[in-house]
C-alpha cells in the first residue's frame, strides 16, 4: 500500500513517469501562451516512492518543525487610537462624555446583534456596510471591550440610561464606564451627531426584535428590513456630517429641497440656528402653536391627545398604527425625549408612501386626528357611536391599521349587533378591491401580534374577507400560537375555505397532534425518577 507521501527514482516506474511528464507537459502548455516565457529545459517532478523508513524521517521531520513554532505568542498589541481623539475625550464635559458613555452601548450591543445574523441576509447588505462606516469612524473594535467585560455581552444592567432616552431598549451592558479607559469611549468628535446617532440606533434595535423569525408570518420581518434600510441611510447622512469640515447648514443637507415647509417649522423648533436634535417637549408644543387651533376645531374630541401621539409616533418611527405599537408612555417620558430631524422626515416620507400624496404637515394631522377619532368610536362601546365609525371606515383614508385593527376586534364584542355590523362591513370590503387588498394585508399583519385578542379578532377577520391567500399563515398559527383560543379560531376559519382549508387544517391540526404527544413523551421522561436518577448518574 502506498501512503500520502509517495517517493520514486527517475529510472523506477517509468511508464508512470513519462505519463506524468505528458501531463505536465500538456499544462505547461495551456499556462504559458509565450513560449520564450518558460525554458526549453523541462525537469522531471520528483516522485519518492513510500517505505517504512522514508515514512519515519518525513513524520521527524514534520514533528521538529511543528515543536520549532510559537504557538503561544502575545497577540498584537492594540491599535492606538488618534492623539485627537484621546485629547477630545479628556477634555469632555460630564453631557458629552454620558453621550459618549451611551453610544458606546449602544454600538456594543447592535454589532454583538450583527455577528448572528451578519451576511444571512441580502436585504440588510446596505444596512451592514452603512454600520461598517459608522464603526470605522468611531474606531470601534468589538475585541477591545471583551476583556472588560469578560465575553458577557448579554448581560444588560438597566442603571444607564441618559436622562432623555429612550427606555425600551437596553443601553448599557453591566460595565462601570467611569473606570472605561478614555481611548475606549466611542464618539463622532462631534457631540451635536453623538446626540442624533442615538435615537437612531435605539430605532436599529427594535428593527432586529422581529428578523430571524421562521414560519410563513413574515409581514414584520418585511417591515423591519424596510426601516433598517432608511435607518442606514441616516446613519450615512450623520456620519458624513460628522466629517465635514465646513459650517453646515439645512440647505446644505440637501434631502429637504422639496419639503421646505417641513424645514420651516424645523427651524421654529430650534429658534433658526442648525441643529440636528430637539426636544419632544418643543416638538409637541410647535405643533399645538401651528395646527393645535385647526384640529381643535375639527377635532374637539381627541385634540389633546393628537400632539402627544404624534411625537410618539416619530420617535419610535410608526407608521399608522402599526402592530404593538399600544405601549404607555408617561407625558413627562415623551418630553424629555430627542427627536431628529432625519425622524421626523423619515415620518412624514413614510405617511408621503401610504397616502400616495404630497402630504403637508397640516394634512397629516388632520388625518391622524380623524384616525384616532374613530378609533376612540369604535371602542366606546355606544352603539351610536360605533355604527357611525363603521360607516365612515368605508373611506380609504380611514383604513389605517390601528382603525382595522379595532373594528375587528367588535368581531368578539358581546353585543350581538355590533358583531353582526362589524362583519357586515368587513364582508363588504370585499367589493372594493383596493379596499379589500389593504385590508387582508393589515390583517396578515395583525396574527403577528403579541397580542392574542387581536391575533383571534384577525383570523375572524380575514374568514369574512375569505382570504384563502392566507391558508398557510392561519395554518401556521394552529400548530405554533400558544393560545388555545386563537388555535380554534384559525382552525374554524380554514375549513370556511373549502377544500383547500380543510385540507390544510387537517395537516396543521396532525402536526400539532404530534408535536403534543412528544412533548407530553419528554415531559414524562423528565418527571420519571429512575430516568432522573440515570441523567443525574
Not at 132 to 144: A, G, T, V
Not at 236 to 260: A, P, Q
Not at 277 to 288: A, C, M, N, P
Amino acid at each position: 500500500m502506498t501512503s500520502f507521501f509517495t517517493w520514486t527514482n527517475n529510472n523506477s516506474n517509468n511508464n508512470n513517469s513519462n505519463n506524468n511528464n505528458k501531463k505536465r507537459k500538456e499544462l505547461d502548455d495551456k499556462l504559458f501562451s509565450n513560449n520564450s516565457s518558460r525554458s526549453s529545459k523541462h525537469f522531471v517532478p520528483l516522485i519518492i516512492q513510500s517505505t517504512p523508513r522514508t515514512d519515519e524521517l518525513f513524520m521527524s521531520i514534520f514533528h521538529r518543525e511543528v515543536n520549532n513554532l510559537d504557538l503561544h505568542e502575545d497577540p498584537p498589541d492594540e491599535i492606538a487610537p488618534t492623539p485627537k481623539k484621546e485629547e477630545y475625550v479628556s477634555q469632555m464635559t460630564d453631557r458629552q462624555r454620558h453621550l459618549a458613555e451611551v453610544l458606546t452601548a449602544l454600538m456594543l450591543k447592535i454589532n454583538k446583534k450583527m455577528e448572528n445574523i451578519r451576511g444571512s441576509y441580502k436585504e440588510l447588505k446596505f444596512f451592514e456596510n452603512s454600520l461598517f462606516e459608522l464603526n470605522d469612524l468611531l474606531e470601534f473594535r468589538i475585541c477591545d471591550f471583551e476583556q472588560e467585560l469578560g465575553g458577557k455581552f448579554d448581560e444588560i444592567s438597566r442603571n444607564h440610561f441618559l436622562p432623555d432616552d429612550e427606555d425600551d431598549v437596553t443601553t448599557a451592558y453591566d460595565v462601570n464606564f467611569q473606570k472605561m479607559p478614555n481611548r475606549r469611549l466611542l464618539t463622532t468628535g462631534s457631540p451635536p451627531c453623538d446626540q442624533a446617532l442615538i435615537p437612531h440606533l435605539h430605532i436599529v434595535l427594535g428593527c432586529f426584535k422581529k428578523i430571524g423569525v421562521f414560519g410563513p408570518l413574515r409581514i414584520g420581518e418585511v417591515r423591519s428590513f424596510d426601516k433598517l434600510h432608511k435607518q442606514a441611510k441616516i446613519l450615512k447622512k450623520i456620519v458624513g456630517i460628522s466629517v465635514t469640515k465646513h459650517d453646515l447648514t439645512y440647505e446644505n443637507l440637501g434631502e429637504f429641497e422639496n419639503r421646505r415647509e417641513l424645514l420651516e417649522f424645523w427651524k421654529s423648533c430650534c429658534q433658526g440656528d442648525f441643529s440636528l436634535v430637539t426636544s419632544g417637549k418643543i416638538l409637541r408644543l410647535e405643533f399645538q402653536l401651528g395646527f393645535g387651533a385647526e384640529v381643535g376645531a375639527r377635532h374637539h374630541d381627541v385634540s389633546q391627545r393628537v400632539f402627544p401621539e404624534l411625537v410618539r409616533r416619530i420617535c419610535r418611527n410608526e407608521g399608522h398604527g402599526d402592530v404593538d405599537c399600544d405601549d404607555v408612555i408617561t407625558p413627562n417620558d415623551l418630553d424629555t425625549r430627542d427627536v431628529t430631524l432625519f425622524q421626523l422626515n423619515d415620518y412624514v416620507g413614510n405617511a408621503l408612501e401610504v397616502d400616495g400624496c404630497d402630504v403637508t404637515l397640516g394634512k397629516l394631522i388632520d388625518l391622524l386626528a380623524y384616525e384616532m377619532f374613530i378609533n376612540t368610536a369604535l371602542s366606546s362601546g355606544k352603539t351610536s357611536f360605533v355604527l357611525m365609525a363603521i360607516k365612515r371606515l368605508s373611506s380609504l383614508l380611514a383604513m389605517r391599521m390601528s382603525n382595522l385593527r379595532n373594528l375587528s376586534k367588535l368581531l368578539l364584542d358581546g353585543d350581538e349587533s355590533l358583531r353582526n355590523a362589524a362583519a357586515a362591513h368587513i364582508k363588504h370590503l370585499k367589493t372594493e378591491h383596493v379596499l379589500c387588498e389593504k385590508a387582508i394585508i393589515s390583517y396578515a399583519e395583525i396574527l403577528e401580534s403579541e397580542n392574542k385578542f387581536d391575533r383571534q379578532a384577525a383570523c375572524l377577520a380575514l374568514g369574512f374577507l375569505s382570504a384563502d391567500q392566507i391558508i398557510s399563515q392561519l395554518s401556521y398559527l394552529i400548530q405554533t400560537d400558544i393560545d388555545p383560543d386563537v388555535r380554534k379560531t384559525a382552525s374554524n376559519v380554514l375549513l370556511s375555505f373549502g377544500e383547500d382549508g380543510e385540507e390544510a387544517r387537517e395537516d396543521a391540526e396532525s402536526s400539532l397532534l404530534t408535536q403534543t404527544m412528544i412533548q407530553q413523551q419528554i415531559s414524562k421522561f423528565h418527571n420519571n425518577p429512575i430516568t432522573s436518577l440515570g441523567t443525574a448518574l
